[in-house]
């Protein structure tokens, strides 16, 4: 089956495509998501799936790098942590409203893609990122669109 792409969004701050470089294995749980639409596209998840990982929060925001799914949708144990922000007193071991994924490194862009940039681009004028008021963490991206952005890497910006 062939993969499908998603975009995920990190203030660099917080985590950074370079902490996700830096991290044992090249490795990180997606932890955190508190909205059900992002979590249930975390759901639809497969390993080997493409990720485009974007920087939020950051002048400018950009697509910064490429992960892969390495593990589908499981329990985030940030929900049952009194002492975690993410903890959520309203679910339960027993059932769960939470879910993360592990995504993997794959490799940092050789530029950053600009939101001002991407919003350009006639070829992505229907992409989720850049809808107005599009505020999800965690996306799909289109074959068409992932592709798109590829492409624009190899161009000067």
């Not at 759901?43 to 974007?54: C, K, N, P, T, W």
């Not at 027993?94 to 893609?113: A, G, H, Q, T």
């Not at 600009?114 to 992505?124: I, N, T």
């Amino acid at each position: 089956m062939a993969p499908r792409y998603w975009l995920v969004k990190s203030e660099p701050i917080t985590f950074s495509i370079d902490d996700l470089r830096k991290a044992p294995s090249q490795t990180t749980c997606w932890d955190g998501v508190r909205n059900y639409q992002a979590r249930n596209y975390m759901r639809e998840m497969a390993i080997g799936d493409l990720v485009l990982f974007y920087h939020s929060n950051a002048d400018p925001p950009a697509v910064v790098g490429i992960a892969e799914v390495v593990k589908t949708a499981y329990p985030d144990p940030t929900q049952f942590d009194k002492k975690n922000k993410y903890y959520d007193p309203a679910s339960r071991p027993s059932n769960p409203r939470w879910e993360m994924v592990d995504i993997k490194f794959v490799r940092k862009l050789s530029r950053p893609l600009s939101l001002p940039e991407l919003r350009k681009e006639r070829a992505l004028k229907n992409m989720f990122l850049l809808r107005k008021g599009s505020r999800l963490s965690v996306q799909p991206v289109s074959q068409a669109e992932w592709e798109h952005i590829l492409s624009l890497e190899q161009s000067a910006g």
